[in-house]
């Protein structure tokens, strides 16, 4: 089992940036590729970003290409989501996620979730 905690989440005018935090605990964190998803209201959760268990290679969805940043710290068992130029249309529950292996995209990929974290952007 692996057990997810997100925090960083807030209320953030449009234009500005937050930071969100995803610490694990229970299997070793490095075994695990990490993913952010997102849900808005009255819509479907959706792909954020992935990071492999080793950093080196990540994949962002093209509506956050360029303005977010997925990293990880195996040593802290943590994953982060630097998130600038933030938009209303980012505002959303974020989630955490881990599953065993390789990169993906799909929620049916990952076997962990998180709580969730809010985010939300004023215009």
């Known amino acids: 089992q692996v057990q997810l905690v997100e925090s960083g989440g807030g209320l953030v005018q449009a234009g500005g940036s937050l930071r969100l935090s995803c610490a694990a605990s229970?299997?070793?964190?490095?075994?695990?590729?990490m993913g952010w998803f997102r849900q808005a209201p009255g819509k479907e959760r959706e792909f954020v970003a992935a990071i492999i268990w080793s950093g080196d290679s990540t994949t962002y969805a093209d509506s956050v290409k360029g303005r977010f940043t997925i990293s990880r710290d195996n040593a802290k068992n943590t994953v982060y989501l630097q998130m600038n130029s933030l938009k209303p249309e980012d505002t959303a529950v974020y989630y955490c996620a881990a599953r065993l292996g390789f990169l993906a995209r799909a929620l049916s990929s990952y076997n962990y979730w998180g709580p969730g974290t809010q985010v939300t952007v004023s215009s």
């Open positions: 229970g299997r070793t964190f490095n075994n695990f590729a």
